[in-house]
C-alpha cells in the first residue's frame, strides 16, 4: 500500500507542475469598467476588474505618483503600512493587469473630455442665432 501512494503521490505532482505550467501560459482576459474619473485629484479613478469572466476585483484605484500613473490594488492597514487584499502574482501578470487597468482609463477619460467638448460646442450658438435650450 505505501509503494502504491508514493506512486500516487508522484502523479500528483506531476499532475500539480502541468497545471502550474498550463496557468502561466494561458493568457489572461482583463474586463476594465471604470467607475469614476476624477483628473484633478490624487486618485485620478476607481474600476473593477474581472478576470477571464471568473474572478472578480472591485475597488481598484488608478493613483497619479511622482513616476506618473499606477495601479493600487485593494487593500488594509496595518500598523504604518498597507497590505494588498488581492494582487498579480507574476511580474507578467501584474504588467497585463496594470496596462489593462491603465489602458482603460485613458480610454474612459478621452471619451469623458471628448463628451464634454461636445457638450460645450452644443451650448455655443453661432454669433447672432438663438441657442436651442430645449431638453437641458
Do not use: W
Request: charged fraction near 20%; proline fraction near 4%; charge should be neutral.
Amino acid at each position: 500500500m505505501a509503494g502504491k501512494g508514493t506512486k500516487n503521490n508522484q502523479q500528483n505532482t506531476q499532475g500539480d507542475a502541468q497545471t502550474e505550467q498550463a496557468v502561466q501560459t494561458k493568457p489572461l482576459d482583463f474586463d476594465v469598467r471604470i467607475h469614476s474619473i476624477k483628473p484633478n485629484e490624487s486618485i485620478k479613478g476607481t474600476a473593477s476588474v474581472n478576470i477571464n469572466g471568473a474572478f472578480a476585483i472591485r475597488g481598484v484605484k488608478i493613483i497619479e505618483g511622482s513616476n506618473g500613473l499606477f495601479v493600487s490594488m485593494p487593500s488594509y492597514k496595518v500598523g504604518n503600512e498597507y497590505k494588498d487584499i488581492c494582487f498579480p502574482i507574476t511580474p507578467e501578470c501584474r504588467k497585463q493587469l496594470n496596462d489593462a487597468v491603465l489602458g482603460a482609463y485613458e480610454q474612459a477619460l478621452t471619451q469623458s473630455q471628448n463628451s464634454m467638448a461636445k457638450h460645450h460646442e452644443m451650448q455655443q450658438a453661432p454669433e447672432g442665432q438663438a441657442m436651442d435650450m430645449t431638453g437641458m
